[in-house]
């Protein structure tokens, strides 16, 4: 079974440019969800999405951030335009429920903004 | 303060000894605990879950939690090479998706 899978694993942009990151969840796994980590900071929930629809999105920081997960498959998360404090990792996860138990990460998205 | 938070690292253990590392929360409304293990460039693994306050075992790892004073630990028995990464304690209100993390301790196991 493939895993979690993102990309890029690293992007280099410089500060107002756009980037967006793809993920790829385990075949089936209807839950999708995004979660980045700062630098100097711990992993943080930016949201859910359970088949195409965003069941939480809570912890997307502003309104610079779009995640998007059109029909029920990939997910990508645009960061338009792009600052410096955006630099960080992005962790996707899937899983079949909504149980944390079960979530599977990928390994990650590394953004930095100059 | 901080929701949860890691004993600082790094950790620096003899191959075959036991690593201990430890874990406070904030939220006393929360109910799931777990422990990631993540090596450089991976992605977070989960090798431990657990729900209840005492201890649960799983080869060479043993979760522990006390619930009445905020505090989850993980013990790695007969630490291997292998076991060098970074362990992050997450926990959640329920069994649910929205962890929260703890920073990491980073573990390393001298041959």
């Known amino acids: 079974e493939a895993g979690v899978t993102q990309f890029p694993s690293h992007s280099v942009i410089e500060k107002g440019q756009t980037v967006t990151l793809r993920c790829d969840p385990i075949?089936?796994?209807?839950?999708l969800y995004w979660y980045r980590r700062v630098m100097g900071k711990e992993i943080k929930f930016l949201l859910h999405?359970?088949?195409?629809?965003?069941?939480?999105e809570s912890g997307m920081p502003n309104n610079r951030f779009l995640a998007e997960r059109t029909g029920g498959t990939y997910s990508t998360l645009k960061v338009q335009p792009a600052e410096l404090e955006d630099s960080g990792v992005y962790f996707c996860?899937?899983?079949?429920?909504?149980?944390?138990?079960?979530?599977?990460f990928g390994a990650g998205s590394r953004l930095t903004v100059l | 303060q901080k929701e949860v938070e890691q004993n600082s690292g790094p950790l620096s253990v003899p191959e075959g000894a036991i690593a201990s590392l430890n874990c406070t929360y904030s939220?006393?409304?929360?109910?799931?605990f777990f422990w990631y293990r993540q090596y450089s460039g991976k992605s977070p693994e989960l090798i431990m879950s657990?729900?209840?306050?005492g201890d649960k075992e799983d080869g060479r790892f043993t979760a522990q939690l006390n619930k009445a004073s905020q505090y989850v630990s993980l013990l790695i028995r007969d630490s291997q090479p292998s076991d060098s990464a970074t362990y992050l304690c997450?926990?959640?209100?329920?069994?649910?998706?929205?962890?929260?993390f703890g920073a990491g301790t980073t573990v390393t196991v001298r041959a």
């Open positions: 996860a899937s899983s079949q429920s909504s149980g944390a138990n079960v979530l599977t």
């Open positions: 075949s089936g796994h209807d839950n």
């Open positions: 999405f359970v088949k195409e629809s965003k069941q939480d």
């Open positions: 939220d006393r409304g929360s109910q799931s």
């Open positions: 657990i729900y209840s306050n």
């Open positions: 997450a926990v959640s209100r329920s069994n649910d998706y929205k962890l929260s």
